[in-house]
C-alpha cells in the first residue's frame, strides 16, 4: 500500500512497476555454452502444467531459461524477483506487467483491483490470477526466475500462489526457477497427479564431453579427455566452479585438485558471497562441523556435534540446494557436494584449527566404534593424530593384508608425510611389506633398515622381530640366503627370549626352514619344522599342522 500511496504522489499509475527490467528477458551473454540436451529436457516439461528448476547458484538456471525462450516458439513471459518481491501487491503489479509484455490485454479484471484503493486479499488474488492467465488465446509460458526470494514470504501469499497453480490452465506453463525448492503446499500433490517437471542440479552437472566443449568453444583452452573428466569429478559438472577455475586450469601445469584450493581462490570467494554468507550463525557452524566427515548421516552428526537436530538441519540443507548429495544408495546416509566440502574444511582448518582437529579426533573414535577403519585412519591423519594410525594399523592391518586389500593399507602410509613416518618404525614396516609384496625388494630392505635401528633403540622387540623376517624373505628372493638365515635366525632367538607370540613363532621357523632348505642345510631346516609341528600338535591345530609334515616331508 505504501508503494502504491508513493506512485501516485510521484504522478505515476498504480500499475507502473518500479523497475521494468525485472519483466524483460535478459540478453544472453554470448560467451557461454548452449545446452542442447537441458534445452530439449525443457521443452518435453512444457507437456506439464508447472516446471521446477532448482539448483544452487552458478549451475546456469537462467542460462538455460534464455536458450529455451529463443527456441520456444510461444510467448515467453519474464519476471525475475528479488527479496523484495514478498509484498503480494507488488507481486500482482509485476506479473500484470509480464503478461502485458506480449498480451495487453493480460489481466485486466486484475488491473481494475490494483487501480482500487484497498489491497487484494490472498484468495481474491488467486482468482484474479487464474482470470488472467486463462484470457490469452495461445500457449504461452510464465517464467518466475530467482523463486527462492519467496521462500520468506507471507503465508497468505504463498497460499494464493499455491491455489493459481492448481487452477492452471491448459493453455498456461508456469516455470518456478530458483537455487531452492520452492516452499509451496500445492506441488507435493501435483507431482503426485504427474502435473509438475523437475529439473535439478544432477540435470545441469557437466558431463566430460560437455567441459571439453566449454572449454574449447568459450574459454579458449583445449583440454585432454583425462583433464576434461577429472575436472568434471571435481566440480561434479557445477558451471560456475568450471568457469571460474578456468584461469588456474589454463595457468597450471598439473591437474587442478581440491586439496590446492585456497580462501583467495576466485571460486572460494563465489561461494563466500553466494552460498555461505547469507546463511545464519547456526547454519555456518553445523556446516562446518558436519564437513569434516566424508558421508554423514544423523545418528553420527548427533554423535559428533553433540544435538539432537541434525534431521531438521539436513532437511533445511536439502530444501535449501546447499550442495547435500545422498551418499550413494543408502537411504539415510548423505554427502556434500566435492567442491563445497573443501571449501568448508578449508574454512574451518583456517579459522578455528583447534576445533578442526578436535572434531577430527571425535570422529576418528565414533568411526573406530562402527570399526569403519578407513575412515578413522582419514580422521586420524586429519587430525595428525600419527600413533592412533599405528595402532588402527597394528590392530587391523594384519586382517587387510590377509583380505587382499594391502592397498588400502598402502594409501594410509602414502598419505603419512615423510617426515611423520620416518618418525613412526612401525609404519614403516608396514610399508616394506608392501613392497616385499609388490616384490619391490630393493625398496622394502632399504626401508626396513630405516625401521630397523629405531627399533633395536626402544626395544621393540617383537616389531623388531617382524622386521627381521620380513627382512629375511626380502633376501632369499634376491639370492643372498647367507645373510637371509642371519636375519631369520635373529628373529627366531628374540622370539624366544621373550616367550613370543606363537603365531609370529612358528611363521619364523617356516621362513627359517626355507631359508635352510635352499643352503643345503637340511638337518637344521627338518629341525625347525619339527619344532613347529610340535607346536600345532599341542595346540591341536591339524589344519596348519598337514602342510608342515608335507614340508618335513619334502626337506627330508
Same mark, same amino acid.
Given at each position: 500500500?505504501?508503494? =502504491?500511496?508513493?506512485?501516485?504522489?510521484?504522478?505515476?499509475?498504480?500499475?507502473?512497476?518500479?523497475?521494468?527490467? #525485472?519483466?524483460?528477458?535478459?540478453?544472453?551473454?554470448?560467451?557461454?555454452?548452449?545446452? &542442447?540436451?537441458?534445452?530439449?529436457?525443457?521443452?518435453?516439461?512444457?507437456?506439464?502444467? @508447472?516446471?521446477?528448476?532448482?539448483?544452487?547458484?552458478?549451475?546456469? =538456471?537462467?542460462?538455460?531459461?534464455?536458450?529455451?525462450?529463443?527456441?520456444?516458439?510461444?510467448?515467453?513471459?519474464?519476471?525475475?524477483?528479488?527479496?523484495?518481491?514478498?509484498?503480494?501487491?507488488?507481486?500482482?503489479?509485476?506479473?500484470?506487467?509480464?503478461?502485458?509484455?506480449?498480451?495487453?490485454?493480460?489481466?485486466?479484471?486484475?488491473?481494475?483491483?490494483?487501480?482500487?484503493?484497498?489491497?487484494?486479499?490472498?484468495?481474491?488474488?488467486?482468482?484474479?490470477?487464474?482470470?488472467?492467465?486463462?484470457?490469452?488465446?495461445?500457449?504461452?509460458?510464465?517464467?518466475?526466475?530467482?523463486?527462492?526470494?519467496?521462500?520468506?514470504?507471507?503465508?497468505?501469499?504463498?497460499?494464493? +500462489?499455491?491455489?493459481?497453480?492448481?487452477?492452471?490452465?491448459?493453455?498456461?506453463? @508456469?516455470?518456478?526457477?530458483?537455487?531452492? %525448492?520452492?516452499?509451496?503446499?500445492?506441488?507435493?500433490?501435483?507431482?503426485?497427479?504427474? &502435473?509438475?517437471?523437475?529439473?535439478?542440479?544432477?540435470?545441469?552437472?557437466?558431463?566430460?564431453?560437455?567441459?571439453?566443449?566449454?572449454?574449447?568453444?568459450?574459454?579458449?583452452?583445449?583440454?585432454?579427455?583425462?583433464?576434461?573428466?577429472?575436472?568434471?569429478?571435481?566440480?561434479?559438472?557445477?558451471?560456475?566452479?568450471? @568457469?571460474?577455475?578456468?584461469?588456474?586450469? /589454463?595457468?597450471?601445469?598439473?591437474?587442478?585438485?581440491? &586439496?590446492?584450493?585456497?580462501?583467495?581462490?576466485? !571460486?572460494?570467494?563465489?561461494?563466500?558471497?553466494?552460498?555461505?554468507?547469507?546463511?545464519?550463525?547456526?547454519?555456518?557452524?553445523?556446516?562446518?562441523?558436519?564437513?569434516?566427515?566424508?558421508?554423514?548421516?544423523?545418528?553420527?552428526? #548427533?554423535?559428533?556435534?553433540? +544435538?539432537?537436530?541434525?534431521?531438521?538441519?539436513?532437511?533445511?540443507?536439502?530444501?535449501?540446494?546447499?550442495?547435500?548429495?545422498?551418499?550413494?544408495?543408502? #537411504?539415510?546416509?548423505?554427502?556434500?557436494?566435492?567442491?563445497?566440502?573443501?571449501?568448508?574444511?578449508?574454512?574451518?582448518?583456517?579459522?578455528?584449527?583447534?576445533?578442526? %582437529?578436535?572434531?577430527?579426533?571425535?570422529?576418528?573414535?565414533?568411526?573406530?566404534?562402527?570399526?569403519?577403519?578407513?575412515?578413522?585412519?582419514?580422521?586420524?591423519?586429519?587430525?595428525?593424530?600419527?600413533?592412533?594410525?599405528?595402532?588402527?594399523?597394528?590392530?587391523?592391518?594384519?586382517? !587387510?593384508?590377509?583380505?587382499?586389500?594391502?592397498?588400502?593399507?598402502?594409501?594410509?602410509?602414502?598419505?603419512?608425510?615423510?617426515?611423520?613416518?620416518?618418525?613412526?618404525? /612401525?609404519?614403516?614396516?608396514? /610399508?616394506?611389506?608392501?613392497?616385499?609384496?609388490?616384490?619391490?625388494?630393493?625398496?622394502?630392505?632399504?626401508?626396513?633398515?630405516?625401521?630397523?635401528?629405531?627399533?633395536?633403540?626402544?626395544?621393540?622387540?617383537?616389531?623388531?622381530?617382524?622386521?627381521?623376517?620380513?627382512?629375511?624373505?626380502?633376501?632369499?628372493? /634376491?639370492?643372498?640366503?647367507?645373510?637371509? #638365515?642371519?636375519?631369520?635366525?635373529?628373529?627366531?632367538?628374540?622370539?624366544?627370549?621373550?616367550?613370543?607370540?606363537?603365531?609370529? !613363532?612358528?611363521?619364523?621357523?617356516?621362513?627359517?626352514?626355507?631359508?635352510?632348505?635352499?643352503?643345503?642345510?637340511?638337518?637344521?631346516?627338518?629341525?625347525?619344522?619339527?619344532?613347529?609341528?610340535?607346536?600345532?600338535?599341542?595346540?591341536?591345530?591339524?589344519?596348519?599342522?598337514?602342510?608342515?609334515?608335507?614340508?618335513?616331508?619334502?626337506?627330508?
Amino acid at each position: 500500500m505504501a508503494e =502504491k500511496t508513493q506512485a501516485r504522489k510521484g504522478g505515476r499509475s498504480p500499475l507502473e512497476v518500479p523497475y521494468a527490467s #525485472k519483466v524483460v528477458l535478459p540478453t544472453r551473454r554470448p560467451a557461454i555454452v548452449r545446452r &542442447e540436451r537441458l534445452v530439449d529436457q525443457l521443452t518435453q516439461s512444457i507437456e506439464r502444467r @508447472v516446471t521446477l528448476i532448482s539448483a544452487p547458484a552458478g549451475y546456469g =538456471k537462467t542460462t538455460l531459461l534464455l536458450d529455451f525462450a529463443q527456441s520456444h516458439e510461444n510467448p515467453f513471459c519474464w519476471y525475475a524477483l528479488d527479496e523484495r518481491d514478498t509484498d503480494l501487491q507488488l507481486f500482482l503489479r509485476y506479473l500484470l506487467a509480464a503478461g502485458r509484455t506480449h498480451f495487453p490485454a493480460f489481466g485486466s479484471q486484475l488491473a481494475a483491483a490494483l487501480e482500487s484503493e484497498s489491497p487484494i486479499p490472498s484468495e481474491q488474488a488467486t482468482d484474479l490470477m487464474v482470470q488472467a492467465v486463462q484470457g490469452p488465446e495461445e500457449r504461452f509460458v510464465i517464467v518466475l526466475d530467482d523463486f527462492h526470494h519467496l521462500d520468506c514470504a507471507p503465508e497468505d501469499m504463498r497460499q494464493a +500462489i499455491d491455489g493459481w497453480l492448481y487452477r492452471l490452465p491448459p493453455g498456461c506453463h @508456469v516455470i518456478l526457477s530458483g537455487r531452492t %525448492q520452492p516452499k509451496l503446499g500445492v506441488l507435493p500433490l501435483m507431482s503426485v497427479r504427474q &502435473e509438475t517437471a523437475v529439473i535439478g542440479a544432477s540435470d545441469f552437472a557437466f558431463t566430460c564431453d560437455e567441459v571439453m566443449h566449454l572449454f574449447r568453444d568459450v574459454l579458449g583452452k583445449e583440454l585432454a579427455l583425462d583433464d576434461a573428466q577429472h575436472l568434471a569429478d571435481i566440480t561434479e559438472g557445477w558451471a560456475g566452479a568450471l @568457469v571460474l577455475m578456468a584461469d588456474r586450469v /589454463k595457468a597450471s601445469r598439473t591437474a587442478v585438485t581440491l &586439496e590446492s584450493l585456497r580462501a583467495s581462490d576466485t !571460486l572460494f570467494q563465489y561461494i563466500t558471497l553466494e552460498q555461505f554468507q547469507p546463511l545464519s550463525r547456526e547454519i555456518k557452524e553445523f556446516l562446518t562441523g558436519s564437513a569434516v566427515l566424508r558421508t554423514m548421516d544423523e545418528e553420527l552428526l #548427533k554423535d559428533l556435534l553433540g +544435538i539432537d537436530d541434525s534431521e531438521e538441519k539436513l532437511n533445511f540443507l536439502n530444501q535449501a540446494n546447499l550442495f547435500l548429495l545422498p551418499d550413494g544408495e543408502t #537411504k539415510g546416509r548423505y554427502r556434500y557436494h566435492r567442491l563445497f566440502r573443501a571449501y568448508l574444511v578449508s574454512s574451518l582448518r583456517a579459522q578455528n584449527s583447534a576445533r578442526f %582437529q578436535e572434531l577430527n579426533l571425535k570422529a576418528a573414535s565414533l568411526m573406530e566404534q562402527r570399526e569403519a577403519w578407513e575412515e578413522a585412519v582419514y580422521h586420524d591423519m586429519q587430525a595428525g593424530a600419527w600413533d592412533r594410525i599405528v595402532q588402527i594399523t597394528e590392530r587391523v592391518g594384519w586382517r !587387510l593384508f590377509e583380505e587382499g586389500r594391502w592397498d588400502t593399507l598402502a594409501d594410509w602410509l602414502e598419505a603419512v608425510p615423510v617426515e611423520e613416518l620416518a618418525a613412526q618404525p /612401525k609404519l614403516v614396516l608396514w /610399508k616394506a611389506r608392501i613392497l616385499r609384496h609388490l616384490n619391490q625388494l630393493d625398496q622394502a630392505l632399504a626401508l626396513l633398515a630405516q625401521a630397523i635401528a629405531p627399533l633395536e633403540a626402544s626395544g621393540e622387540w617383537a616389531a623388531l622381530a617382524e622386521a627381521l623376517v620380513t627382512k629375511g624373505m626380502c633376501l632369499r628372493v /634376491k639370492g643372498d640366503y647367507a645373510e637371509s #638365515k642371519e636375519a631369520l635366525a635373529r628373529a627366531r632367538v628374540l622370539l624366544l627370549e621373550h616367550d613370543g607370540p606363537t603365531t609370529l !613363532l612358528t611363521e619364523t621357523r617356516k621362513e627359517l626352514a626355507i631359508t635352510l632348505s635352499l643352503c643345503g642345510e637340511l638337518t637344521q631346516a627338518i629341525q625347525e619344522l619339527t619344532a613347529v609341528l610340535d607346536i600345532y600338535e599341542a595346540e591341536g591345530d591339524v589344519q596348519r599342522a598337514q602342510p608342515t609334515w608335507n614340508g618335513r616331508a619334502n626337506a627330508g
